[in-house]
């Protein structure tokens, strides 16, 4: 019995459309087609179960559910317009699935290489059989479902996809990936297969109600199956992770052991570069001593020669100090009898303004000459305290005072020449008034000499500036050079400094080597007296060996004379100390380390230190020659030597 799945009304459906409610037609075609799902769904997982193993493409209920599956997909979909034809095939929003899902894209590659089939319902029914045998039809669809903007573009607003119904479907293809199944998709005609439910197969007889029994005994065993199976490929998943494991720790161990050669190597070479750089220390050390022994010499000399200079620069502050003080008493006095001069001579007012102007011209010459005296003043204090002189600058200063003894011996001859024009006047007042005129011409001569007298000050004062000038500028150069010897003294205190932290850093390094040193000298004591040790348990191995086999020889022979032997050797009120109980030798009392080990005597049971103990002598409880300290060494020859007759 073949129908159309659209055409098909549930028992509801029927009722309703009895009662005369009309429902919408794309509702009942979407409720019809989630009926068939579950149904095609449910038959198909219980024949599998029942069938018992992987499922062939000829299986009925299989091709059943393709061809649902295939309605379902078609329902609501848009018609799109080509050249030739209309067009309206479910591969489209299949394609969108490799754009979503990335695992899907080996499925649309290989239905795309597939070579028989040409049209697109043919690549869409090749997707959905690789789909189920991948056992991910679900995951793909649910991407589709979720994505409802893109699958707009193919199918209505009321599709079976678009609505709840494809959620439904969608969730009960889950429990299709029980189903183990081997579809050959190159094979078949894909193509042209017409697409028509059975529900001839959805039927149920009473032969089917009586072998739900069976039906779950066999489901029960079908779930143990796949549980089994899962456990299976989990622990196959974790063995091939474990591998994968122990092969990542076999290259990580091997970089490691590459690693730690190299880092080796770079101990060595490190190791070279600290013996390079020790000597090249001691080097630079030699260097620094000898360079500030010289740079001591070297400053102790310029601090004479500043000395030196020194003093004679005072000697000359002095001399120009007093010849200062004589010029200004001899300026006073000067000014005392112009002064008086003036008072009396009121009627000759005419030529006394004029030797008052030109009075007070030479005032300001004296005051000028005063304030360059005083600049040079300051300037010799600053050049007492700062710089160091030399023999040309004192050549030179000698020159300039005197030049300013020759210009105060002219001052003074010109004073006197004033005297005693002074005095040439008085005579002519106490003349007649009629010589008048004759003493204006001679005054106006005296002017002339006067102005002549006053340019050759002018000229003086400019002498006296172009050495001032050279004074100054031999000031700064001598500033320039205290500056680049007072950069120089800073950096030998830096490299000074440096120095001596570089001694403190060698101090250290040598106190590090030494107990480095150490500690490998006594790490050798120790390994040699391991070896020692080592080759002694050997012997002593072998030896007790042999008397091992000896024993068993007398044991078998005498098997009581052993007993009685210990008895007999064995001192009474003597234990075996144990290791942990001694941390001194018990004569010599040193503590024990690396270098010092622990050695039993094996006749008194103490500790001793390798020193103490270094005796061997045969024992009654071995016959062979055993570690014995110094007393119980004493105490056993003594006894022999008794013994002996």
Same mark, same amino acid.
């Given at each position: 019995?073949?129908?159309?799945?659209?055409?098909?009304?549930?028992?509801?459906?029927?009722?309703?459309?009895?009662?005369?409610?009309?429902?919408?037609?794309?509702?009942?075609?979407?409720?019809?087609?989630?009926?068939?799902?579950?149904?095609?769904?449910?038959?198909?997982?219980?024949?599998?179960?029942?069938?018992?193993?992987?499922?062939?493409?000829?299986?009925?209920?299989?091709?059943?559910?393709?061809?649902?599956?295939?309605?379902?997909?078609?329902?609501?979909?848009?018609?799109?317009?080509?050249?030739?034809?209309?067009?309206?095939?479910?591969?489209?929003? $299949?394609?969108?699935?490799?754009?979503?899902?990335?695992? %899907?894209?080996?499925?649309?590659?290989?239905?795309?290489?597939?070579?028989?089939?040409?049209?697109?319902?043919? *690549?869409?029914?090749?997707?959905?059989?690789?789909?189920?045998?991948?056992?991910?039809?679900?995951?793909?669809?649910?991407?589709?479902?979720?994505?409802?903007?893109?699958?707009?573009?193919?199918?209505?607003?009321?599709?079976?996809?678009?609505?709840?119904?494809?959620?439904?479907?969608?969730?009960?293809?889950?429990?299709?990936?029980?189903?183990?199944?081997?579809?050959?998709?190159?094979?078949?005609?894909?193509?042209?297969?017409?697409?028509?439910?059975?529900?001839?197969?959805? $039927?149920?007889?009473?032969?089917?109600?009586?072998?739900?029994?069976?039906?779950?005994?066999?489901?029960?065993?079908?779930?143990?199956?796949?549980?089994?199976?899962?456990?299976?490929?989990?622990?196959?998943?974790?063995?091939?992770?474990?591998?994968? *494991?122990?092969?990542?720790?076999?290259?990580?161990?091997?970089?490691?052991?590459?690693?730690?050669?190299?880092?080796?190597?770079?101990?060595?070479?490190?190791?070279?570069?600290?013996?390079?750089?020790?000597?090249?220390?001691?080097?630079?050390?030699?260097?620094?001593?000898?360079?500030?022994?010289?740079?001591?010499?070297?400053?102790?000399?310029?601090?004479?020669?500043?000395?030196?200079?020194?003093?004679?620069?005072?000697?000359?502050?002095?001399?120009?100090?007093?010849?200062?003080?004589?010029?200004?008493?001899?300026?006073?006095?000067?000014?005392?009898?112009?002064?008086?001069?003036?008072?009396?001579?009121?009627?000759?007012?005419? @030529?006394?303004?004029?030797?008052?102007?030109?009075?007070?011209?030479?005032?300001?010459?004296?005051?000028?000459?005063?304030?360059?005296?005083?600049?040079?003043?300051?300037?010799?204090?600053?050049?007492?305290?700062?710089?160091?002189?030399?023999?040309?600058?004192?050549?030179?200063?000698?020159?300039?005072?005197?030049?300013?003894?020759?210009?105060?011996?002219?001052?003074?001859?010109?004073?006197?020449?004033?005297?005693?024009?002074?005095?040439?006047?008085?005579? %002519?007042?106490?003349?007649?008034?009629?010589?008048?005129?004759?003493?204006?011409?001679?005054?106006?001569?005296?002017?002339?000499?006067?102005?002549?007298?006053?340019?050759?000050?002018?000229?003086?004062? @400019?002498?006296?500036?172009?050495?001032?000038?050279?004074?100054?500028?031999? *000031?700064?150069?001598?500033?320039?050079?205290?500056?680049?010897?007072?950069?120089?003294?800073?950096?030998?205190?830096?490299?000074?400094?440096?120095?001596?932290?570089?001694?403190?850093?060698?101090?250290?390094?040598?106190?590090?080597?030494?107990?480095?040193?150490?500690?490998?000298?006594?790490?050798?004591?120790?390994?040699?007296?391991?070896?020692?040790?080592?080759?002694?348990?050997?012997?002593?191995?072998?030896?007790?060996?042999?008397?091992?086999?000896?024993?068993?020889?007398?044991?078998? $022979?005498?098997?009581?004379?052993?007993?009685?032997?210990?008895? %007999?050797?064995?001192?009474?009120?003597?234990?075996?100390?144990?290791?942990?109980?001694?941390?001194?030798?018990?004569?010599?009392?040193?503590?024990?380390?690396?270098?010092?080990?622990?050695?039993?005597?094996?006749?008194?049971?103490?500790?001793?230190?390798? %020193?103490?103990?270094?005796?061997?002598?045969?024992?009654?409880?071995?016959?062979?020659?055993?570690?014995?300290?110094?007393?119980?060494?004493?105490?056993?020859?003594?006894?022999?030597?008794?013994?002996?007759?």
């Amino acid at each position: 019995m073949k129908t159309n799945p659209l055409f098909f009304f549930s028992s509801k459906d029927l009722a309703s459309r009895i009662s005369g409610t009309v429902k919408d037609p794309t509702a009942v075609e979407r409720a019809n087609l989630l009926n068939m799902a579950k149904l095609s769904i449910k038959g198909l997982i219980e024949s599998a179960l029942s069938f018992g193993r992987t499922l062939d493409s000829d299986y009925p209920p299989l091709q059943q559910f393709f061809v649902v599956m295939e309605h379902c997909l078609k329902h609501g979909l848009k018609v799109r317009k080509s050249f030739l034809s209309y067009n309206k095939t479910i591969w489209g929003p $299949l394609e969108l699935v490799e754009k979503l899902y990335p695992e %899907a894209e080996e499925i649309a590659a290989s239905v795309r290489d597939l070579p028989g089939l040409k049209t697109p319902l043919g *690549r869409a029914r090749a997707w959905l059989r690789l789909a189920l045998m991948q056992k991910k039809m679900a995951d793909y669809l649910r991407c589709l479902i979720i994505q409802r903007d893109l699958l707009s573009e193919f199918y209505e607003y009321h599709a079976l996809m678009m609505e709840e119904e494809g959620a439904v479907i969608v969730g009960l293809l889950v429990g299709l990936n029980v189903i183990d199944a081997n579809l050959c998709v190159k094979g078949e005609d894909l193509d042209s297969q017409v697409g028509v439910i059975d529900f001839s197969m959805y $039927l149920k007889n009473e032969e089917d109600i009586g072998n739900k029994e069976r039906n779950v005994q066999i489901a029960a065993i079908l779930d143990q199956k796949n549980y089994v199976e899962e456990l299976n490929r989990q622990l196959n998943s974790t063995v091939g992770s474990l591998h994968s *494991r122990v092969d990542s720790l076999e290259k990580s161990n091997t970089r490691l052991i590459e690693e730690l050669a190299i880092a080796k190597n770079n101990i060595i070479k490190l190791q070279e570069e600290n013996h390079q750089l020790r000597s090249e220390n001691k080097l630079i050390l030699m260097k620094t001593q000898q360079h500030l022994e010289v740079t001591k010499v070297d400053v102790e000399t310029e601090l004479q020669t500043y000395k030196q200079s020194r003093q004679g620069l005072d000697e000359m502050y002095n001399d120009a100090r007093r010849q200062l003080r004589e010029e200004s008493q001899l300026r006073q006095d000067v000014e005392n009898e112009l002064m008086v001069q003036v008072s009396m001579k009121h009627e000759i007012e005419l @030529a006394m303004k004029l030797l008052e102007k030109d009075i007070h011209e030479k005032q300001d010459t004296l005051i000028g000459l005063r304030q360059q005296l005083e600049d040079v003043k300051a300037i010799n204090i600053e050049m007492y305290q700062k710089l160091q002189g030399s023999e040309e600058g004192m050549k030179e200063k000698n020159e300039i005072i005197g030049r300013l003894e020759d210009k105060t011996n002219k001052i003074t001859a010109a004073m006197k020449q004033l005297e005693q024009r002074l005095q040439q006047a008085e005579k %002519a007042q106490v003349e007649a008034k009629n010589e008048d005129e004759k003493f204006e011409q001679e005054c106006l001569s005296q002017s002339d000499s006067l102005q002549k007298q006053i340019s050759q000050k002018e000229t003086q004062l @400019a002498q006296l500036e172009t050495d001032l000038k050279i004074e100054k500028e031999w *000031r700064q150069t001598l500033q320039e050079d205290l500056q680049k010897e007072n950069s120089a003294l800073a950096q030998l205190r830096n490299e000074t400094q440096q120095i001596i932290s570089l001694k403190k850093e060698f101090l250290t390094l040598q106190n590090e080597n030494q107990q480095l040193k150490k500690i490998y000298r006594d790490q050798e004591q120790a390994l040699q007296e391991l070896g020692g040790k080592l080759s002694e348990s050997k012997l002593k191995i072998e030896d007790i060996k042999e008397a091992n086999k000896a024993l068993q020889v007398r044991r078998n $022979l005498f098997p009581y004379e052993k007993e009685i032997k210990l008895f %007999a050797s064995t001192p009474q009120g003597q234990v075996w100390l144990k290791d942990e109980e001694a941390t001194r030798c018990k004569l010599c009392e040193t503590e024990f380390s690396l270098s010092k080990r622990k050695h039993h005597c094996r006749n008194c049971g103490e500790i001793f230190c390798n %020193a103490c103990s270094d005796n061997e002598l045969p024992l009654p409880s071995s016959p062979k020659p055993v570690r014995v300290c110094d007393s119980c060494h004493a105490l056993l020859i003594q006894r022999c030597s008794s013994n002996m007759p």
